[in-house]
């Protein structure tokens, strides 16, 4: 299984960007996903998670009203659309994929990572 992410960039305070991770090698019917994020300097945390089914999710509460995670199993992919960005968000952002619980990616012990995309977010 393979996450391949994109959709980082440099944008300014109050901007916004949509996030995207591909999954191949195996369907994202089968994955609860997960969003996580590092700082420099600080630890990997989890911003936002969806289930399996698409209907539960949760979220960071830093980002909550301004991310919003979404799949779309028919094109493999799941989203992060950030709205009103704030230079606090800046990191190196990583999709994770789980095909057995989201109790692990809420544990932040996902089965599967993709690639980070750097996210900026300039004042």
């Known amino acids: 299984v393979q996450l391949q992410a994109s959709g980082g960039g440099l944008v300014q305070a109050g901007g916004s960007l949509r996030l995207s991770c591909v999954v191949s090698?195996?369907?994202?019917?089968?994955?609860?996903m997960g969003w996580f994020r590092q700082a420099p300097g600080k630890g990997r945390e989890l911003v936002a998670a969806?289930?399996?089914?698409?209907?539960?999710?949760g979220y960071l509460n830093s980002v909550k009203d301004r991310f919003t995670i979404s799949r779309d199993n028919a094109k493999d992919t799941v989203y992060l659309q950030m709205n009103n960005l704030e230079p606090a968000d800046t990191a190196i952002y990583y999709c994770?994929?789980?095909?057995?619980?989201?109790?692990?990616?809420?544990?932040?012990?996902?089965?599967?990572w993709g690639q980070g995309t750097q996210v900026t977010v300039s004042s």
């Open positions: 994770a994929a789980d095909g057995d619980t989201v109790g692990m990616i809420f544990r932040g012990t996902p089965a599967y």
């Open positions: 090698g195996s369907t994202l019917s089968n994955f609860h």
């Open positions: 969806i289930g399996r089914g698409g209907v539960a999710t």
